[in-house]
């Protein structure tokens, strides 16, 4: 475990530095307050089985119309299973996570127009900051929404870590197959996002099943390496992912302040899969 922390002993070190910036900030301490208790209200989904929290309807293609009173809800146990809802619920998430970005001042960061140019400067990239928008700015400009990085369904390869490593084979463990993030300037942006989520709660629409607070100043960053977000699993239930079956998939929700997002990099990733690697994780 010592061997491990020097892997990530400088990205730490700049995490924790971006930390203690934020909190000399004017007020800090207190939005950060108000951030964990609007966190901690987030209504959240009762486990409907014991075995696992991904599900699949069991009914789903059996009845020409739905008699949900047959309608169980089972632990889903193929990974196939999972990729193939990962997959269909990839664009409906792009999509909810716009309107959060939009009522938020949320923003998305933006790939380079000289991708070459990126190439040829491998060795900088360390130093190179991120290009971030706010969606609200770039959402009519077709250029810079074909820009936008969105996030990658999770990689079979590091799914398999996962299962082998920390969930004991059991696939319905896995939460973030489908995923986004949404990246903020400041903590009532954050906390605005926040409430803009609670809204589709209480509309039905998307249900919480886990909220982990990085954020929160009782959390302990060596177990991150420094790095500090708010990671949101939930489902989105509504007739559109109902009719494809993928509303009981879990995907989920970074939503990371810009000045750590700055700190991300290939490199400092790398880094961080070896101290994976080396915990076992």
């Not at 609007?38 to 989904?45: D, F, I, N, W």
């Not at 390496?225 to 998939?249: M, P, S, V, W």
């Amino acid at each position: 475990l010592a061997r491990s922390r020097m892997f990530i002993l400088k990205d730490k070190r700049r995490y924790d530095s971006a930390w203690q910036d934020l909190l000399k900030q004017a007020g800090a301490p207190e939005f950060l307050e108000r951030l964990a208790e609007k966190a901690k209200a987030l209504p959240r989904a009762r486990n409907r089985s014991a075995k696992g929290p991904q599900q699949v309807n069991s009914n789903k293609g059996k009845y020409s119309k739905r008699d949900l009173s047959k309608n169980v809800k089972l632990p889903i146990q193929s990974l196939d299973q999972l990729y193939a809802q990962a997959a269909g619920l990839d664009i409906v998430l792009r999509k909810r996570v716009q309107g959060w970005a939009g009522a938020s001042g949320g923003m998305f960061q933006l790939l380079s127009e000289k991708k070459a140019y990126i190439e040829a400067q491998s060795e900088a990239q360390e130093s190179k900051k991120p290009e971030f928008a706010r969606w609200e700015d770039i959402c009519d400009d077709p250029e810079k929404v074909e820009r936008v990085k969105w996030a990658k369904i999770k990689s079979v390869e590091r799914a398999m870590e996962k299962l082998l490593r920390s969930y004991g084979g059991d696939v319905s463990r896995l939460l973030d197959v489908c995923r986004q993030s949404i990246i903020f300037e400041s903590i009532p942006d954050m906390h605005a996002c926040l409430e803009a989520i609670l809204r589709d709660i209480r509309a039905n629409e998307v249900e919480v099943v886990r909220v982990k607070n990085r954020m929160d100043t009782h959390y302990c960053s060596g177990k991150s390496a420094g790095y500090r977000d708010i990671a949101i699993n939930l489902r989105i239930k509504t007739a559109e992912t109902n009719f494809l079956g993928i509303d009981q998939h879990i995907c989920e929700l970074q939503l990371i302040l810009s000045s750590f997002a700055e700190l991300k990099n290939d490199e400092g990733h790398r880094r961080y899969v070896r101290f994976r690697n080396a915990r076992g994780e």
